[in-house]
């Protein structure tokens, strides 16, 4: 993974948008992020971890990480970042999420997305999880890419178990783990091969004589169905016609009664039919009048009810507007003095001004002398800070004087590191030859163990097997004739005449086998046969044995060619390497002058920094000064504008005095006129509220008395109106009354009172009319469809009964016959099934033998775990370049039985011991040194131009020559494509950096980036 750019928001100290631009950082090769202790560089790592994969050291989902990441002091937080994968892909990740607008401590749920750039377009992706991206899950991901605080040392410690697995992960080494594929096919087969046996049980009564005799049974069964279905047909005609006679003399009884209920009925509804009548005349001739009347009587009683609040309202108006009036006169005196109060207001309010502006001046200027002998005291300290600037500009002249050309240094420190790495390398190859030459001796001595030929000896153990092969198989010939023989003497023992034979079927038994006991052979077999098995597996074993020692010779040859071929490329390195140095001031041979030099430099490098220092800190404090003394100067001009902006506001508040005079209120105090001025105030707001209040009342009350004038008139004129109505009303009822032979009203109301549904009942009238003459037809009709003919129910019950036995005769006689050709079916099926089962076998048998091989060869995780070591030898052997070298020849690391690293002590004549006892420094520099191994191998597998990695801490632990080193050699990945970032506080790391990035923390701001 190449990084590319990130940005930061709103995350832990990130309050403002902070960009990284890491493609100017990568390309110097080594880089740094520097800050002071929770300026926030670690949580640029963070970031980066857990917009790739939603997860981080610090925090996890149950901690409220959604709070508890986001700055209290934003509302929104956001990651963007951008790289290159190990396919040289460009992809962008997001993270986002907000605060809650109401609730402070509550966010929204953090959403991931994820886009690639293809054909100059970010297109989203469906899955937001960088794993298959990258490559590695996040564990990985931060043991070999990007190692947090705490974590660095974290692939040193790992168990062999856990190292074993994330090797498995780094370089796809599931790839020889076939135990569990074989385990699958194994139990597959197994299970294939029960299902069979199971299956194969069930075929022994299966014959060609059963079938024959069941085709027999199934023809007789059919005839005798036949016959019996023609006397149900017969039996079930006449059962039907007995049945349509019963049922029409049941219908014919339901009519009668029917009839009987409506002729019951038929006085009732020739009443009601009378009732509906007169309602309908009645509600026709008075209904709509009464309403009316009813509607007039109301009207008129509403109208008088109005009339009498109108005039009760009036009253009450005229009394309130005679009060009214009467405060007005009391108020007009009072009123017409009010202008000139107000203005005695007016003055007061100024008098006061003036009074506190006074006092204001007399502060000002006091304020203005301090601000002058403030300005004094700056521009003398000014005059100092640029004699002390001249002095050290000229001793910084003369230090840059004594320094040399540090390109020159670095390339020669570099050709002398690069001397020791490529000696270091010949040992290495050279004690490498040794042990590889070592291992095939001790590899042919096994062999030669076996007492097996070494050029032959797949023939000769191919040939033990097949010799065991035949014998075990004449053995199981001889045991199956036993156990048929066996089998056949126990059915002739079963057999009684009269009886089947289980066999043929067959109910004669004229020879009857007579059989000897074989039992005892059977087990003789059965001992001989387990001895031939035990002797193939001690085969099968010494052929496992055989093939891993001649698959480690084979291996151990071809490294063995490797490794003097790698010899050889390194003493060719040694010489050329020897022919490149250049430089007559030092010697190729002693390295002593250089050092010295060097040492040099590194002193006068300090004097320039530590000079450079002061003089920076010189010039900020003279920018201070200019910026106090810019300050002071605005301070004075500003108090001065002050002064003549107070004097000009005393001489304008005296100008406005209209009615008061100056000079009549000095000698009285600033309350008392304050106080005066109030109640001089209140008193004209009462007076001009009470006055307003009063007049704006008298107009309202005016307005509504000739409002309730105009309403009473309108009332009579409607009152007179509905009493006339009311009387034309009365006067037409009683016309009605008359005519239609009605004693009263309330006899009419009587009639109309009644709460029936007018239409609902003369339906129901109509109804009855017409059902009671479709009743009385039906029951002549049934009648006369019955006449002369009779039913006897005893006779149809006994007709039933025997119909319900034939069927039930010919049911069981239909489902015997639908078994016997089922079963027929079935046994024409089973026949060729078996056949097909024994076949299956067979195979089946045969594959349960060769997946048995194949399981000891995988069994459990032993050949990965395998592999897995030699990729950790190799991983340790890469990493030894360079720890050598940082241990000055000290130590080296190595891997033991348990895949766990120890550490060669060669101060101790080279014993191994726990990587635990390592000093943290020494720690330190052996997790580096693998870290490095494990990108470079990451780098070869994915076929990447570049490799990065990123470190979050260790440099507190290194001494100063310590430092130098680890910064040389991680200066030196810099030609072999290979990018470091680390995080750090040390500041001469910060010195030597190419490119940087530092993190300030702003009080106010939060954490600023700054690339240098």
Not at 571 to 583: P, S
Request: glycine content about 4%; hydrophobic content about 40%; overall charge negative.
């Amino acid at each position: 993974m190449l990084p590319l750019k990130l940005s930061i928001s709103g995350l832990y100290s990130y309050q403002k948008k902070q960009t990284i631009d890491f493609e100017e950082l990568t390309n110097a090769g080594l880089f740094g992020i520097f800050g002071a202790v929770g300026s926030g560089k670690s949580s640029i790592l963070e970031a980066i971890g857990f917009v790739l994969y939603g997860e981080t050291e610090r925090l996890n989902s149950r901690d409220k990480r959604s709070y508890n990441m986001l700055n209290l002091k934003s509302d929104r937080a956001t990651i963007e970042f951008e790289f290159l994968n190990f396919e040289d892909r460009k992809f962008k990740f997001v993270a986002d999420w907000k605060r809650n607008k109401k609730r402070f401590e509550e966010t929204t749920t953090i959403e991931r997305l994820a886009y690639e750039w293809k054909e100059n377009v970010w297109v989203p992706m469906t899955s937001a999880d960088a794993t298959p991206v990258i490559g590695l899950t996040y564990e990985n991901f931060r043991r070999t890419i990007i190692i947090p605080q705490g974590k660095f040392k974290e692939f040193l410690d790992l168990k062999g178990k856990e190292r074993s697995d994330m090797m498995k992960e780094i370089f796809h080494l599931q790839r020889f783990d076939l135990a569990s594929k074989v385990a699958v096919a194994q139990s597959a087969n197994k299970t294939q091969l029960d299902q069979l046996k199971g299956a194969l049980s069930g075929f022994e009564s299966i014959s060609k004589e059963a079938v024959s005799a069941l085709e027999l049974e199934v023809t007789g069964a059919a005839a005798e169905l036949m016959t019996n279905k023609t006397l149900l047909d017969q039996l079930e005609s006449e059962l039907q016609k007995m049945t349509v006679l019963k049922s029409n003399f049941e219908d014919l009884e339901k009519k009668k009664k029917a009839l009987s209920i409506f002729i019951e009925q038929k006085p009732r509804m020739d009443a009601l039919q009378v009732e509906i009548d007169l309602f309908e005349a009645t509600e026709k001739a008075f209904k709509t009048v009464l309403n009316e009347l009813e509607v007039s009587i109301k009207n008129l009683d509403k109208t008088k009810q109005q009339f009498l609040l109108v005039e009760q309202n009036k009253k009450v108006i005229k009394q309130n507007l005679d009060g009214n009036q009467k405060i007005i006169n009391q108020l007009q005196p009072q009123f017409d003095q009010l202008e000139n109060s107000k203005n005695k207001v007016f003055d007061l309010e100024s008098i006061e001004k003036v009074i506190g502006l006074e006092s204001d001046v007399a502060s000002i200027d006091k304020k203005s002398k301090a601000a002058e002998l403030l300005f004094l005291d700056c521009e003398k300290k000014e005059v100092e800070l640029k004699q002390e600037l001249t002095t050290i500009n000229k001793e910084l002249e003369l230090l840059k004087s004594k320094k040399q050309d540090g390109s020159i240094l670095i390339e020669v420190g570099n050709w002398y590191s690069r001397k020791e790495l490529l000696s270091d390398e010949l040992i290495k190859k050279t004690d490498k030859i040794k042990v590889i030459e070592q291992f095939l001796l001790d590899q042919k001595e096994l062999f030669v163990a076996l007492k097996l030929p070494i050029d032959s000896w797949r023939i000769n153990i191919e040939s033990k097997r097949e010799k065991l092969s035949k014998e075990k198989k004449k053995l199981f010939e001889s045991k199956t004739k036993l156990l048929v023989s066996k089998e056949l003497a126990q059915f002739a023992a079963e057999l009684h005449a009269g009886s089947n034979c289980p066999l043929c079927g067959s109910l004669e038994h004229p020879h009857v086998m007579q059989a000897d006991d074989v039992s005892e052979q059977l087990n003789l077999l059965t001992s001989e046969i387990l001895k031939i098995e035990e002797s193939e597996e001690a085969v099968v074993l010494i052929e496992k044995k055989a093939s891993k020692i001649e698959n480690h010779i084979e291996y151990g040859v071809e490294q063995l060619a490797v490794t003097i071929k790698e010899k050889e490329t390194v003493e060719a390195d040694v010489n050329k390497h020897l022919t490149n140095f250049v430089w007559t001031a030092f010697s190729a041979t002693d390295a002593t002058v250089f050092l010295a030099t060097k040492q040099e430099q590194q002193t006068v490098d300090k004097a320039i920094f530590e000079t450079e220092r002061r003089e920076k800190e010189i010039r900020l404090q003279q920018e201070s000064l200019s910026e106090q003394l810019k300050v002071q100067s605005a301070n004075k001009a500003s108090i001065a504008n002050e002064r003549s902006s107070i004097t000009g506001a005393i001489a304008n508040e005296l100008s406005q005095l209209k009615v008061l005079h100056f000079k009549d209120y000095l000698q009285l105090d600033l309350l008392v006129i304050r106080d005066q001025k109030n109640d001089l105030n209140q008193q004209n707001q009462k007076i001009a509220s009470e006055y307003k209040l009063r007049s704006d009342a008298i107009v309202l009350q005016n307005q509504e008395l000739a409002g309730l004038d105009a309403s009473s008139k309108l009332i009579n004129e409607q009152m007179l109106s509905y009493e006339e109505s009311v009387m034309n009303l009365q006067n037409k009822i009683a016309i009605l009354l008359q005519l239609h032979k009605f004693e009263s009203v309330e006899e009419v109301k009587i009639i109309l009172s009644n709460s029936w549904n007018i239409e609902v009942e003369k339906e129901r009238t109509k109804q009855f009319i017409l059902s009671f003459k479709v009743a009385e037809s039906a029951a002549a009709e049934s009648e006369k469809l019955l006449e002369n003919q009779k039913f006897d129910n005893t006779v149809f019950e006994g007709k039933k009964i025997v119909v319900l036995e034939q069927k039930t005769k010919v049911e069981m006689q239909l489902g015997k016959l639908s078994a016997l050709q089922d079963n027929l079916k079935r046994i024409n099926a089973s026949l060729l099934e078996k056949a097909t089962l024994l076949a299956q076998f067979e195979v089946l048998n045969a594959r349960a033998t060769n997946l048995g091989m194949l399981a000891n060869m995988f069994n459990a995780s032993g050949f990965v775990n395998y592999v897995s070591s030699i990729y950790l030898q190799n991983l340790a052997d890469v990493a030894n370049v360079r720890f050598h070298r940082m241990t000055k020849n000290q130590l080296s690391l190595t891997i033991n039985n348990s895949n766990e690293f120890e550490v060669i002590d060669y101060l101790n004549d080279g014993a191994s011991r726990s990587v635990k006892t390592l000093s943290g420094g020494q720690g330190f520099q052996a997790s580096l040194c693998l870290a490095l191994a494990l990108a470079e191998s990451v780098q070869s597998l994915n076929k990447n131009d570049k490799n990065f990695f990123f470190i979050d801490e260790g440099f507190g632990t290194q001494d100063p020559d310590s430092v130098a080193l680890v910064f040389e050699t991680l200066q030196s990945l810099y030609k072999e494509n290979r990018i470091v970032g680390i995080i750090s506080h040390v500041a001469e790391l910060q010195e030597r950096m190419p490119r940087s990035v530092n993190v300030v923390k702003d009080e106010e701001k939060g954490s600023i980036v700054s690339v240098f």
